[in-house]
């Protein structure tokens, strides 16, 4: 079992829905967690970074970690045709050891 | 700032061959991690260097290699190509000395083994 599971989509929605994406994770020690963007044939893009439970909203963006069920989420509003790309999540523990999920493809359709 | 630098961005190389790929941290980062990247297996972490040292390891095999300097850039070389190695290698820097910061990403370099 992989310590951070992502369902790998793809996720279609139509310009202006909201994007639901959602990731798991087993360890315990991970405290500190991310959302990355990636483009086709691009490097990740860090989107949103949080190390508490709770929501953390950055614009269109919603982070929510709930570490009591280890499950994190992002919210995209308003979606439009340039959020597609795969989202990472990711997570980290405090000796700086990093597990990424395998990414979301989420394609937003005019 | 300028961000990660990876070159080069593209690579053809044959079976057997060796390869040396080169990131440049964001300045004053000390960290460098590497990570390959493939469809089938997601983002997998290959090792992090800080201060020139090797800190972290993944589950490579000794083909796959790296080192930095002092001034934090850092090389990753992978011997013996084989044509499972074809992926995107990607790098990301930290300052590396405070638990919790995050890492960014370089544009990748991406691998084609024939």
């Known amino acids: 079992q992989k310590e951070v599971e992502q369902d790998p989509g793809p996720l279609s929605v139509p310009e202006g829905a909201i994007v639901s994406l959602n990731c798991t994770y087993s360890n315990s020690a991970f405290q500190y967690f991310m959302w990355y963007r990636q483009y086709s044939r691009k490097g990740p893009e860090l989107l949103m970074y949080?190390?508490?439970?709770g929501n953390k909203e950055d614009g269109r963006f919603t982070a929510q970690v709930d570490k009591s069920s280890k499950y994190i989420s992002l919210f995209i509003r308003d979606s439009q045709p340039s959020d597609s790309a795969t989202y990472l999540c990711?997570?980290?523990?405090?000796?700086?050891?990093?597990?990424f999920g395998a990414g979301t493809q989420v394609v937003v359709t005019p | 700032k300028a961000g990660v630098t990876q070159t080069p961005r593209y690579l053809i190389k044959t079976r057997g061959q060796q390869v040396t790929l080169s990131c440049s941290p964001i300045?004053?980062?000390?960290?460098v991690s590497w990570y390959q990247q493939t469809p089938g297996q997601g983002l997998q972490f290959l090792f992090e260097y800080f201060s020139e040292t090797q800190r972290n390891k993944g589950n490579f095999p000794g083909r796959f290699s790296g080192r930095q300097f002092s001034n934090s850039r850092s090389e990753m070389n992978v011997s013996t190509l084989e044509l499972g190695d074809s992926a995107l290698y990607l790098c990301?820097?930290?300052?590396?000395?405070?638990?919790?910061?995050?890492?960014?990403f370089g544009p990748g370099t991406r691998l084609l083994v024939l």
């Open positions: 300045s004053g980062h000390r960290s």
């Open positions: 949080t190390y508490s439970s």
């Open positions: 990301a820097s930290s300052s590396g000395d405070r638990a919790g910061e995050t890492q960014y």
């Open positions: 990711a997570n980290s523990d405090s000796w700086g050891k990093f597990q």
